[in-house]
């Protein structure tokens, strides 16, 4: 998982194409679980995080570059 500081220096782009990846990865997590073949349960709680974070980022960017104009 990315740390916030990290996250700053990438583009908008690249933080939601990682952001899809994250929420397919979290829909497979969930039909894993609901299917019993989940191993790793502390899993679906890093990717939910990480979600959380790239959101955080991108409303932050976004945010900043509507303060700029």
């Known amino acids: 998982m990315s ?4 996250l700053h ?3 908008i782009e690249e933080l939601q ?3 899809a990846d ?3 990865e979290q829909f497979n997590l969930r039909f894993q679980k609901a299917t019993n073949q989940l191993e790793n349960t ?8 990480g979600i959380a974070r790239h959101r955080t980022v991108i ?3 976004r ?6 104009e």
């Open 22 to 24: 994250l929420k397919k």
């Open 42 to 49: 502390a899993r679906i709680r890093q990717v939910r995080r």
């Open 17 to 19: 194409g990682e952001l």
């Open 3 to 6: 740390k916030a500081s990290e």
């Open 59 to 61: 409303n932050a960017k």
């Open 9 to 11: 220096n990438k583009s």
């Open 63 to 68: 945010s900043g570059a509507a303060t700029k």
